[in-house]
């Protein structure tokens, strides 16, 4: 009976240690899974943001492809200068090839006029631009970052393009969780693994407002000063001349001081912007959008940031 009850509580051990286990042992699986599904290909073609989910599908598909694995980035707009920098950076890190196409979201009326389907708009140009080049490079495969937390996050027309375009998203179709992308990412030891998301800049302006150049420029110029001051997580939401200024939760309060708040007016105002607020609710995803619509490449991020100093230039 002793040894019974030895057996059984062994047994049980050795369940509880399986079932601690069985998180890293599944995220295994899912990466062998996707890296023999892509290297099955002759080559693919990866939509490349230089955001987590992306770069992750990048180093995947090197892993498996090598030279034949190629990252792809499209310039727009509605793309920061600074993304796209960063892009080519951890394109770097993986070793990836990386490309480049040019298009504009702004030639297309139904993009402009940023009704409930301007992701869908946007998201099938982009992928349009992607399979053109695959096709010049002799790939027929493109892959982008969906991932299988995508779909059940709000409004996300930019999926029914994935569809329609019949892109291959192997985090979605390996069942990666937000994540375990993000555990996958810190694997390969990318820079990105806790990058905040960050989506396209006409996500910042509210559904039945014009996406327009000049509305673009000064929500980029925006953001590029939060981030120089050494914020992470953020958002400048342009109301038709209103900067409604997001930021992550554990840097708030960092926002709520009158240097941060003369700073922020001196400098927006500068750039084009009539008012300046700060929204105290804080960072939210798709805030501007149709129910919590942010369709850019990547899923919602998590405010990772700690509280760091920082000096706020004000003119004299």
């Given at each position: ?180 992308v993000r555990e996958t990412a ?32 000064r929500v980029e110029r925006a ?20 900067a409604r200024i997001e930021v ?69």
């Open positions: 009976m002793t040894d019974h009850a030895s057996e059984g509580v062994a047994a049980n051990a050795d369940a509880d240690a399986d079932a601690e286990a069985s998180p890293d042992t599944d995220l295994d699986a899912k990466i062998e899974a996707a890296r023999a599904d892509l290297g099955g290909f002759d080559g693919v073609l990866v939509a490349f943001s230089g955001g987590v989910d992306s770069s992750v599908v990048a180093a995947l598909a090197h892993d498996a492809l090598g030279g034949d694995a190629v990252a792809c980035t499209a310039r727009s707009e509605t793309l920061p200068e600074a993304e796209l920098d960063d892009a080519k950076r951890v394109a770097g890190e993986i070793g990836i090839r990386h490309e480049t196409v040019a298009f504009s979201e702004l030639e297309d009326p139904n993009f402009v006029v940023n009704d409930g389907d301007r992701c869908y708009h946007c998201r099938t140009m982009r992928l349009g631009k992607m399979f053109e080049r695959a096709r010049e490079l002799g790939i027929d495969v493109v892959c982008d970052g969906t991932n299988a937390s995508d779909p059940g996050e709000g409004h996300r027309p930019g999926l029914r393009a994935v569809a329609e375009m019949d892109a291959y998203s192997p985090l979605l179709e390996h069942g990666f969780t937000k994540e375990d810190r694997r390969y030891d990318l820079s990105v693994a806790d990058k905040p998301s960050m989506a396209c800049l006409s996500s910042r302006i509210p559904t039945g407002l014009e996406v327009t150049e000049e509305r673009l420029s953001e590029n000063l939060l981030r120089d001051w050494g914020f992470e997580q953020f958002r400048v939401r342009d109301h038709d001349g209103l992550g939760a554990d840097e708030l309060d960092r926002a709520l001081t009158p240097g941060f708040a003369e700073a922020a007016s001196e400098h927006l105002s500068e750039i084009g912007f009539d008012h300046v607020t700060l929204d105290l609710s804080g960072y939210r995803t798709g805030s501007v959008s149709p129910a919590g619509e942010e369709d850019g490449e990547e899923s919602e991020g998590e405010a990772t940031s700690a509280l760091l100093d920082a000096d706020y230039p004000v003119g004299e």
